[in-house]
């Protein structure tokens, strides 16, 4: 939890940097949110090294509060490099269709992105997998559905940024490994 009166935004990092398996996944419950928050990777050192996450000037992939998807990047200090991503979320459906006389043809429909799927709230359980082999970021919450999120800078580590006093997540799980069990996914 942040410390009553305590008046900018922290960060909380977690995890080593230099793990030897390729995936990682963690669990965390939102015990409190009152103000902004992101939850995503980010490279060290930070620039700046406190205030909102989205407002980085290093690399980091976030989810915030609200279900968008932010990617930050080195910039100027007036000029950081904000994108705000609209990712395809994992699934979606093959149709296969044939037509007499011309023959078939197979149609991929994706699922759309809906942020409120992703948003999150007081009690919301939040999974997110690092692959550090093909450099993405996996995020799910409360069981809805994944989104899958590329170019994760090497070495990037997980972490949670909020700002009123109170507010708090719990990490109630980590997995590193080759792979992940399937009662896991």
Same mark, same amino acid.
């Given at each position: 939890?942040?410390?009553?009166?305590?008046?900018?935004?922290?960060?909380?990092?977690?995890?080593? !940097?230099?793990?030897?398996?390729?995936?990682?996944?963690?669990?965390?419950?939102?015990? +409190?949110? /009152?103000? @902004? %928050?992101?939850? #995503?990777?980010?490279?060290?050192?930070?620039?700046?090294?406190?205030?909102?996450?989205?407002?980085?000037?290093?690399?980091?992939?976030?989810?915030?509060?609200?279900?968008?998807?932010?990617?930050?990047?080195?910039?100027?200090?007036?000029?950081?490099?904000?994108?705000?991503?609209?990712?395809?979320?994992?699934?979606?459906?093959?149709?296969?269709?044939?037509? !007499?006389?011309?023959?078939?043809?197979?149609?991929?429909?994706?699922?759309?992105?809906? +942020?409120? /799927?992703? @948003? %999150?709230?007081? #009690?919301?359980?939040?999974?997110?997998?690092?692959?550090?082999?093909?450099?993405?970021?996996?995020?799910?919450?409360?069981?809805?559905?994944?989104?899958?999120?590329?170019?994760?800078?090497?070495?990037?580590?997980?972490?949670?940024?909020?700002?009123?006093?109170?507010?708090?997540?719990?990490?109630?799980?980590?997995?590193?490994?080759?792979?992940?069990?399937?009662?896991?996914?």
């Amino acid at each position: 939890r942040k410390v009553p009166g305590a008046s900018t935004a922290t960060y909380v990092f977690w995890g080593d !940097p230099r793990a030897a398996y390729p995936l990682s996944r963690w669990t965390i419950r939102i015990d +409190k949110k /009152r103000s @902004a %928050f992101y939850i #995503g990777v980010a490279s060290l050192p930070l620039d700046p090294p406190e205030g909102f996450a989205k407002y980085l000037q290093s690399h980091a992939i976030m989810l915030s509060d609200s279900g968008n998807v932010f990617m930050t990047q080195p910039g100027t200090p007036r000029n950081p490099l904000l994108d705000k991503i609209v990712p395809v979320p994992d699934g979606g459906k093959k149709v296969r269709v044939e037509i !007499p006389l011309l023959g078939t043809a197979t149609f991929a429909a994706k699922n759309k992105y809906r +942020k409120h /799927r992703f @948003a %999150f709230k007081d #009690g919301s359980i939040v999974q997110m997998e690092l692959d550090r082999t093909h450099s993405t970021v996996r995020f799910c919450v409360d069981k809805k559905q994944w989104i899958t999120l590329e170019e994760v800078p090497p070495g990037a580590r997980p972490f949670l940024n909020f700002f009123t006093p109170g507010d708090g997540a719990s990490l109630l799980a980590a997995e590193d490994g080759k792979t992940i069990p399937e009662e896991l996914q």
